[in-house]
Nanobody, 124 residues
Framework: QVQLVESGGGLVQAGGSLRLSCAAS????????TGWFRQAPGMEREFVAA????????YYADSVKGRFTISRDNAKNTVYLQMNGLKSEDTAVYFC?????????????????WGQGTQVTVSS
């Protein structure tokens, strides 16, 4: 069982930066691929980024490539999403997710475990 708690959301001006954190419980955290998804009002949930169990490999949606960076610290059971060059279209609730299978996150956009979400609002 893994529990995920996101933090770091807030209000930022366009062009600014935020860093989201996702703290995970459970000693098996290193066994899980972790990712970030987002959902804007009236829109479907969309994949943002994912990182492999070791942190050596990362994957991004085209819309955030070059602006967002995902990383993880397995010693702290934490995953981060550094967001730079924020745009108004990045406004959404951001969710952390974890699954043992990479393809579940980057292709099926599903996961065994989800956090509650943190709101990111970018003002133009």
């Amino acid at each position: 069982q893994v529990q995920l708690v996101e933090s770091g959301g807030g209000l930022v001006q366009a062009g600014g930066s935020l860093r989201l954190s996702c703290a995970a419980s459970g000693r098996t955290f290193i066994s899980y691929v972790t990712g970030w998804f987002r959902q804007a009002p009236g829109m479907e949930r969309e994949f943002v980024a994912a990182v492999s169990q070791s942190g050596a490999h990362s994957y991004y949606a085209d819309s955030v490539k070059g602006r967002f960076t995902i990383s993880r610290d397995n010693a702290k059971n934490t995953v981060y999403l550094q967001m730079n060059g924020l745009k108004s279209e990045d406004t959404a609730v951001y969710f952390c997710a974890a699954d043992r299978v990479l393809q579940a996150i980057i292709r099926s956009h599903s996961a065994d475990y989800w956090g509650q979400g943190t709101q990111v609002t970018v003002s133009s």
